[in-house]
């Protein structure tokens, strides 16, 4: 059974930074799996945050946090990490984890999400 938890969710002021952790477990996290970021805002819809290929060496980020995230990954651990800088309260919004083998195809495992509260 896949499970991905987030963590690291919380308050933050304007400006601000917070690092955000998913641990992935029942499977290979090493094995072609990519992970995403995406996140949700009150009365709008879920939107990509950003992604990280199986190996790290791709990642691809939403225009609106370009230059403040930085996603990285630990394949030994078997997480996956979402740095958030230069925090605004436009990105106050619950953010999830996702998995997936096939990313044009779209994400197959989401975790429950933590909530982001940024504050003017």
């Known amino acids: 059974q896949v499970q991905l938890v987030e963590s690291g969710g919380g308050l933050v002021q304007a400006g601000g930074s917070l690092r955000l952790s998913c641990a992935a477990s029942g499977l290979t996290f090493s094995n072609y799996v990519a992970m995403g970021w995406f996140r949700q805002a009150p009365g709008k819809e879920r939107e990509f945050v950003g992604m990280?290929?199986?190996?790290?060496?791709?990642?691809r980020y939403a225009d609106s946090v370009k230059g403040r995230f930085i996603i990285s990954r630990d394949n030994a651990k078997g997480t996956v990490s979402l740095q958030m800088n230069g925090l605004k309260p436009e990105d106050t919004a619950v953010y999830y984890c996702a998995a997936t083998y096939e990313p044009w195809k779209g994400y197959d495992y989401w975790g429950q999400g933590t909530q982001v509260t940024v504050s003017s």
């Open positions: 990280i290929n199986w190996s790290g060496g791709t990642t």
